[in-house]
């Protein structure tokens, strides 16, 4: 009963936010093995429920959708009243569609998802882990932050503005004088999960080795991670090659 209770104290805290399928799923279940109690949030309450059935000791569930930003607000509080502090918050909520004849159903939610709805949640970490005086905030970004593209612009503008954004909190952590709120931007290349986009996909990771490497540069608070590393070359290109060229290749 002694160990058990002395467990519980030392046990570390996280949220992810889209914690249904996918790299938040994956995460959620690499925190369970590095002793963290996890709040899981995500539109689909049934696999949220399915992750608690695994891990119940582990795991609180919270269903939201990260569109609608009063209830974030209201579902974030409600964790940290219940947690009281909150050591990593993991954002991997997002929508992404090839949308080359820009249908605005899709361009709108997407801008709601990834940017609205990002910001938002954004807003909150950081401000709490402010007042925390330490905290990591994690957003799974993209390699598609770095430039734009003809068949889903949309989607490649809202991961820019993701990776502005963090690159923005970071920042501003010089006026926190603890120095103990990290932020890391993760930028995938193709994992293969739903998030995919478009035909022909090259250097697709799986996702099993996706989630370790995301998960280790979370543990070594990497300020910015491409996924899989050798991302990290293809990033050197696209930062350096001119528009016209872009037009001309994709």
Known sequence: MYFYANLQISMKTAIVFGATSGIGKSLVELLIKDNYKVAVTGRRLEKLEELKQSYPNQIVVKQNDIQKVD?????????????????????????????????????AQTIHTNVVGVTKLYTLA???????????????SSIASL??????????????????????????????????????????????????????????????????QIYSAIKKKKRVAYISKRWALIAVVLKIVPAWLLKKAT
Do not use: C
Not at 77 to 99: M, P, R
Not at 150 to 159: D, G, L, Q
């Open 71 to 107: 209830e974030v607000e209201k579902i974030f509080f409600e964790i940290v009243d219940e947690f009281n502090t909150i050591d990593l918050i993991i954002q991997s909520s997002g929508v992404g569609f090839v949308n080359p004849k820009l249908a605005w159903d899709k361009e």
């Open 126 to 140: 950081y401000n709490l882990f402010k007042q925390q005086e330490h905290g990591h905030l994690v957003g799974i």
């Open 147 to 212: 430039r734009g593209n003809r068949s889903a612009p949309v989607y490649f503008a809202s991961k820019a503005y993701q990776k502005a954004y963090l690159e923005s909190l970071y920042i501003k952590t010089k006026s926190i004088k603890s120095k103990q709120v990290f932020i890391t931007d993760i930028r995938p290349g193709f994992v293969d999960t739903a998030m995919a986009l478009g035909d022909g996909i090259f250097w697709l990771v799986p996702l099993e080795k996706a989630a370790k």
